[in-house]
């Protein structure tokens, strides 16, 4: 390869998408940092002029299969490759499966699962033609462990984990590796963000779901609080692993999210991690 390698990367207008336009474009990147509406890009701008660095902004919208063909097709015009793709863009929602609607489902596994499912094919054809390439998908600890109020959420990063480690054994045959980046709490927007899209569902919450939110909602808060970490540490371990000769296919990026997921490996009755959220919803 000659001249800098091409970064693709979803979500950056605030958060973990936001601070990882930044340290890839540090380390060396041409960034294609998108958006689902470039009408956000102030404060990546602000960051970048901060940082020194310069990043391509453009549009696109993982729900939207014209917005994704679009994006790809027009970073190989311009720039003849794409060495790496950030999965980032995501979102929650809060409700337990009583409370979820058939469009707050298929919203969240859009955004979530198929919207990482279509990118990711759209870009295989140009990495397996460098013989080259790095696809980096943000999950979640919410993909390896269910938790209450967050069964959709949890299903489509679990479907990603499941798409992610079938296609990895296979992509290496092409010469390109598959990353998945799996944080516990991160203090971003996206909590605020959660609690907007599901306010309707959470402000219609009947007994014995309201006090059982309520609860939930308060300890995870405590958990945010004390463990979260912020989107650029996030961004910093996107960035080695895109940098890296030969990247793990799994991070986990805490040690708390270590020891929660280890609950889940170490037992396998599976009691563990029911018993650690049966605790939260606790009075
Ligand atoms: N924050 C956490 O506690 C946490 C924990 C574990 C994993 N994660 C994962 O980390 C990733 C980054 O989240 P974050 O913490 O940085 O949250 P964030 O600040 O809310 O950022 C989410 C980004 O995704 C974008 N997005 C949402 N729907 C989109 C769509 N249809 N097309 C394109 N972009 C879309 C948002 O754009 P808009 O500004 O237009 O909404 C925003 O740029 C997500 O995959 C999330 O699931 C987050």
């Given at each position: 390869?000659?001249?800098?390698?091409?970064?693709?990367?979803?979500?950056?207008?605030?958060g973990?998408?936001?601070?990882?336009?930044?340290?890839?474009?540090?380390?060396?990147?041409?960034?294609?940092?998108?958006?689902?509406d470039?009408g956000?890009?102030q404060?990546?701008?602000?960051?970048?002029?901060?940082?020194?660095?310069?990043?391509e902004?453009?549009?696109?919208?993982?729900?939207?299969?014209?917005?994704?063909?679009?994006?790809?097709?027009?970073?190989?015009?311009?720039?003849?490759?794409?060495d790496?793709?950030?999965?980032?863009?995501?979102?929650?929602?809060?409700?337990?499966?009583?409370?979820?609607?058939?469009?707050?489902?298929?919203?969240?596994?859009?955004?979530?699962?198929?919207?990482?499912?279509n990118?990711?094919k759209?870009?295989?054809?140009?990495?397996?033609a460098?013989?080259?390439?790095k696809?980096?998908?943000?999950?979640?600890?919410?993909?390896?462990?269910?938790?209450?109020?967050?069964?959709?959420?949890?299903?489509?990063k679990?479907a990603v984990?499941g798409?992610?480690?079938?296609l990895?054994?296979?992509?290496?045959?092409?010469?390109?590796d598959l990353c998945?980046?799996?944080?516990?709490?991160?203090n971003?927007?996206?909590?605020?963000?959660v609690?907007?899209?599901?306010?309707?569902?959470?402000?219609?919450?009947?007994?014995?779901?309201?006090t059982?939110?309520?609860?939930?909602m308060?300890?995870?808060?405590?958990?945010?609080?004390?463990?979260?970490?912020?989107?650029?540490?996030i961004?910093?371990?996107i960035?080695?692993?895109?940098?890296?000769?030969?990247?793990?296919?799994?991070t986990?990026?805490?040690?708390f999210?270590?020891?929660?997921?280890?609950?889940?490996?170490?037992?396998?009755?599976?009691?563990s991690v029911?018993?650690i959220f049966a605790?939260?919803?606790?009075?």
């Open positions: 390869m000659t001249g800098q390698p091409v970064a693709l990367i979803t979500g950056c207008s605030t973990v998408g936001l601070h990882t336009a930044v340290r890839l474009a540090e380390a060396g990147h041409t960034v294609v940092a998108t958006m689902r470039p956000k890009q404060a990546l701008l602000d960051a970048c002029a901060a940082a020194g660095v310069s990043v902004i453009s549009l696109l919208d993982v729900c939207n299969q014209g917005s994704i063909d679009a994006a790809v097709t027009d970073v190989i015009a311009r720039h003849g490759r794409i790496v793709l950030v999965n980032n863009a995501g979102a929650g929602f809060l409700g337990s499966v009583e409370q979820t609607g058939d469009a707050d489902l298929r919203r969240t596994m859009e955004t979530n699962f198929f919207g990482v499912w990118l990711t759209a870009v295989l054809p140009q990495m397996r460098q013989s080259s390439g696809i980096i998908s943000v999950t979640s600890v919410g993909g390896l462990l269910g938790q209450p109020f967050n069964e959709a959420y949890c299903a489509a679990f984990e798409m992610m480690e079938g990895a054994p296979l992509a290496k045959q092409f010469g390109v998945l980046v799996e944080p516990g709490p991160i971003t927007e996206f909590v605020a963000s609690r907007a899209t599901s306010a309707a569902v959470l402000a219609s919450l009947q007994e014995p779901y309201a059982l939110a309520q609860r939930y308060g300890s995870t808060g405590d958990v945010f609080a004390t463990y979260g970490q912020t989107g650029d540490e961004a910093r371990i960035a080695a692993l895109a940098t890296s000769a030969s990247p793990n296919f799994r986990i990026t805490s040690e999210a270590k020891a929660m997921v280890s609950s889940k490996v170490v037992d396998p009755t599976g009691n029911i018993k605790e939260r919803l606790k009075g």
